[in-house]
Every structure is written in C-alpha cells, then in structure tokens.
C-alpha cells in the first residue's frame, strides 16, 4: 500500500510556463484535495474532489486548474507559472463520510523564477 | 470565516519532559479536529482524530482533548523524546464545509537530548 503519491518532487519553472502535478491513491477514498503550503500562510485549499467527476474550488484556486481523472488521481496544472506559485504542494485523500480523516502525499517543492 | 490559531508558534524543551500543545478556533460549529505531524520536507502524518461529540483522544504517549464551546483543543506529548522533534498542526472540519480542513501554521518543536 504506498497511500498517496505525488510527482514530480521537485520542479523549477520560468514564469509563464506551465506543468501539471501528478497525484494518485491506492486506498480507494472518494475525496481527494490539493493544498499549498507557505510560510507564515500554514496549509491554504487550492482545489478539491468530493467523488470522481465532480470539483470545488478552495480557499484559493486562481491560477489553478484541476482533473479527476479517475477514483485514483487528481491532478492539479499551472497553466501560466508565476512567482506566487512558488510554494509546496501537498496532495491528500480521505473516505466520505465517517470521521473524513486526510491522508498525505509527501510533496511537491515548486519553484518559479 | 473559521481562523484557527496554534500557540506557541515554537517551542524548545529537554527530553523526558512533559508538554502541552495549543490550538483555537473561532467557529465551535466544528464536526471534528485532527492533530498532525510535519517532519522537515515531508508530508503530513494524522496523529489523532476527536469527534465534536469525544473530549479526547489517546495514542501511546499522545493525548488530545477538545472543549468545543470554549473553542479549545491541547496536544499533550508525555515523556517527550528527540525523536518528538517536528512541527505539529492542528485542523478543524467544519459541519457546514463536507470534508474541508482549516489548518492553523503549526507548532515546531524541538526535544533535546
């Protein structure tokens, strides 16, 4: 069972160009969600999935586009990278319904010069 | 808007000694609190769970209390041993908001030998 993985790791982009991080889980939880992480800012919402085939915006989804691809994965993609973007992105995935406990991906370190 | 906040933001203490984390919130309409742990470059790890209806939680060394109406949640470390070093985050889910977090930034702590 590896739970939740994330690529790439590691990332540096130019401003203005895009990538897409990847997510997936193998404990077949309906709901899954990307966060960042700055510091000073804690853990922020970006996007997140309640069941395959539906989205939400967060707290804060400008700049950000997300895909349930399947009950598996949930990527999320930068369509046009800017220095605010830089941060940590964590993806997570829980039940729906019961206690909705989150478990972590280990991260994605992104930064745009 | 629920604002949860973690006090003290860091936090040095010898080893074998007995400690108390804090976290607030503003909204008590919470469904349930989850205490996390965040080792350095690394994903979030889910310590305890407590129910809105539960007072506490415990696991191992690990106790969690919750006092809802007052807006109030500790994270009690008995013994405390290097390997405790990390930064602990506390997020709450609200009853209104499905399975969405509020996190606050966290709590480093530093056990040393």
């Known amino acids: 069972n590896a739970g939740v993985t994330q690529t790439p790791k590691f990332q540096v982009l130019k401003t203005g160009q895009s990538m897409t991080l990847q997510c997936a889980q193998d404990m077949n939880h309906n709901s899954m969600y990307w966060y960042r992480q700055d510091p000073g800012m804690g853990l922020r919402l970006i996007y997140y999935?309640?069941?395959?085939?539906?989205?939400d915006k967060g707290e804060v989804p400008n700049g950000y586009n997300v895909s349930r691809l399947n009950k598996r994965e949930f990527s999320l993609r930068l369509e046009s990278a800017a220095p605010s973007q830089t941060s940590v992105y964590f993806c997570?995935?829980?039940?729906?319904?019961?206690?909705?406990?989150?478990?972590f991906g280990p991260g994605t370190r992104l930064t745009v010069t | 808007k629920q604002e949860v906040t973690q006090i003290p933001a860091a936090l040095s203490v010898p080893e074998g000694e007995n400690l108390v984390l804090n976290c607030s919130f503003t909204d008590s309409a919470i469904y349930n609190l989850q205490w996390f742990r965040q080792d350095p470059g690394k994903g979030l790890t889910s310590l305890l769970l407590?129910?809105?209806?539960?007072r506490e939680q415990t696991s191992g060394r690990l106790n969690a209390s919750l006092d809802k109406s007052s807006g109030r949640s500790t994270l009690y470390i008995a013994a405390s041993q290097p390997g405790d070093s990390a930064t602990y985050l506390c997020?709450?889910?609200?009853?209104?908001?499905?399975?969405?977090?509020?996190f606050g930034e966290g709590t480093q702590l530093t056990v040393n030998p």
């Open positions: 407590i129910q809105s209806s539960q």
């Open positions: 997570a995935s829980s039940t729906s319904g019961g206690a909705w406990r989150q478990y």
């Open positions: 999935s309640a069941s395959e085939g539906t989205t």
């Open positions: 997020a709450v889910r609200k009853e209104t908001s499905g399975s969405r977090l509020t």
